[in-house]
């Protein structure tokens, strides 16, 4: 089979991963209690509190991102949540809620708007909670809410944690997880940071871990505690995907390289930035308003009159991939995954092709 051309997979996740990156896949396994592998989370320590803009330790773990969706509501909420949803992965959030044992209270908006700041303050006002779970950049929408903002007004509660998935921000646009106050953020390494599936990448406050001593029933896998105290001395908790562990180690790396997660910031920006201005042009709206557009993925509204499964298909003809809508806007929209090592050069050559499909 001839591996296809990279940078022609626009999927909003997994994504495209990098050749160098691929290459560090093939490397000799080494013992997972060895001090091969002790030196190597210890390398990585350093670049991925950068890349979580955090002094605290990040925890890595062989899951996908909804495994941390679970750790963090098994560790993180006492006994009552309130999940705020705009789309289908913060209602998967809330199903996690439930499926592990704690009551969860809704805050919905409808798919392609984001919940805003005086809105979750008069929920919390009406409803007390002891956590809050919030998705930054909703995947399905490409709605990208004010994490900032929000995490604001959950200070203005006592004893109330902020659980953020984010998944497609992380990496892709602004991530404060320190200055922002975040009790956990997570992210997976199939989106912004261009690794293949398989990793979950997240940081715990100080807040998190001391409430997740006091709760029962966190589990094995996914205890925060024992995790953290694994971490903190280079250690995995378990047999850890080792080959996942070299490729992040490679892109970390390559990520420093290439002037740090502030310059991939700018890259995600320029093409959002680029799509937006296409969208305009062409008259192709967003989902999302202006303002609340993901960096990472654009969600766009299919012409009347045409087809998303058939400008999909057009597209994959043409040797690229995009995706099309999630869950109930499958028919109606398509999204553009501009993440991980995408630029905006290719981005244009994809842009090219979607003008004889979409207008």
């Keep these: 089979m001839t591996a296809p051309a990279f940078g022609r997979f626009f999927l909003p996740g997994p994504t495209d991963v990098h050749p160098e990156v691929l290459a560090a896949l093939v490397r000799p396994m080494i013992g997972h209690r060895s001090g091969a592998m002790e030196r190597l989370l210890q390398g990585m320590q350093l670049p991925l509190a950068r890349l979580f803009r955090t002094s605290r330790t990040v925890l890595v773990g062989t899951t996908s991102a909804t495994g941390f969706m679970e750790l963090a509501a098994r560790n993180g909420v006492r006994r009552r949540a309130l999940s705020l949803v705009n789309g289908s992965f913060s209602e998967r959030f809330a199903k996690l809620v439930q499926a592990c044992g704690k009551e969860c209270l809704r805050l919905d908006v409808p798919p392609g708007c984001a919940v805003e700041p005086d809105m979750l303050r008069d929920a919390l006002r009406r409803s007390p909670v002891d956590a809050v779970t919030v998705v930054h950049s909703e995947t399905s ?14 200070r203005e509660f006592d004893d109330v944690l902020l659980l953020a998935d984010a998944v497609t921000s992380v990496a892709g646009s602004p991530v404060e997880t320190d ?181």
């Excluded at 929408?141 to 959950?154: I, K, N, R």
Aim: proline share 5%; aromatic share 6%.
């Design 141 to 154: 929408t490409g709605v990208l809410q004010d994490l900032e903002a929000l995490a604001a007004v959950v």
């Design 179 to 359: 200055r922002w106050q975040l009790d956990f953020a997570l992210t997976g390494s199939q989106k912004a940071l261009a690794l293949p599936p398989g990793l979950a990448l997240g940081v715990a406050s100080e807040r998190m871990l001391e409430r997740a001593k006091t709760l029962p029933n966190r589990g094995l896998y996914f205890d925060l505690v024992s995790f953290t105290e694994a971490t903190v001395k280079h250690q995995p908790t378990n047999t850890p995907a080792i080959s996942l562990l070299y490729a992040l180690e490679t892109q970390l790396a390559r990520i420093e390289r290439d002037g740090g997660v502030e310059a991939r910031w700018r890259r995600h920006d320029a093409m959002r930035s680029r799509v937006e201005a296409w969208s305009e042009q062409r008259g192709v709206p967003y989902l999302p308003r202006e303002g609340r557009r993901s960096w990472t993925v654009s969600c766009l509204k299919v012409p009347e009159g045409k087809s998303a499964k058939a400008i999909v298909g057009g597209l994959k003809e043409a040797g690229w991939t995009i995706g099309a809508g999630y869950g109930p806007l499958k028919e109606t929209t398509i999204r553009i995954g501009h993440m991980g090592d995408h630029t905006v050069g290719a981005l244009e050559e994809l842009l090219a092709l979607l003008d004889g499909l979409m207008t």
